[in-house]
């Protein structure tokens, strides 16, 4: 029993990884500029300047734009491919012959290659959701800390003021 869960165990493994590095392939060439920009923030974030973050914010803005596209064209293919598993199983299905349980199980057997498909295309379209989530939630966090900033002069030019008064 052991040996036989181990060995279902690395075979999930196996087909993660391979699911999950052509997931990322197909989204690389799409997220690899905003992975740059996500860098340059997080390896100068002592040093930002106000303007530097107004910068930011702007082109974290502009690639969610074009994102936006690619974000939903991923998720038509991810429908596209449960339609399509669907569609093989109910040719698979409807060509068997033998009892509906025997059907069921030639017939999902039959269609590895689109469910395998359909699991690819799922994972690119939770990819791109999260990839645009996280740009949203890091031009949000750049808002919030120039406000900081901004609120912080604006208090400290009011004290001065006062002490000089």
Do not use: H, P, W
């Not at 920009?37 to 914010?57: A, P, Q, V």
């Not at 379209?125 to 990839?131: E, H, I």
Request: proline share 0%; with cysteine.
């Amino acid at each position: 029993m052991k040996e036989s869960l181990q060995k279902a165990l690395d075979n999930v493994e196996l087909t993660y990884t391979e699911i999950a590095e052509i997931a990322n392939e197909l989204i690389t060439e799409y997220t690899s500029d905003i992975t740059s920009i996500i860098s340059y923030t997080s390896d100068n974030i002592e040093n930002l300047t106000n303007d530097d973050l107004r910068s930011l914010m702007l082109r974290l803005s502009i690639k969610a734009y074009s994102f936006g596209d690619v974000k939903e064209k991923a998720a038509i293919k991810s429908q596209c491919a449960e339609m399509l598993r669907k569609e093989a199983y109910a040719k698979a299905f409807n060509s068997l012959d033998g009892s509906v349980a025997s059907k069921d199980s030639n017939a999902t057997i039959q269609i590895s290659n689109e469910v395998v498909s359909e699991a690819v295309y799922d994972l690119v379209a939770s990819l791109f959701k999260v990839k645009m989530e996280e740009i949203r939630r890091m031009i949000d966090t750049l808002k919030t800390v120039l406000m900081s900033r901004l609120s912080e002069a604006k208090l400290s030019s009011t004290i001065t003021e006062g002490m000089e008064g």
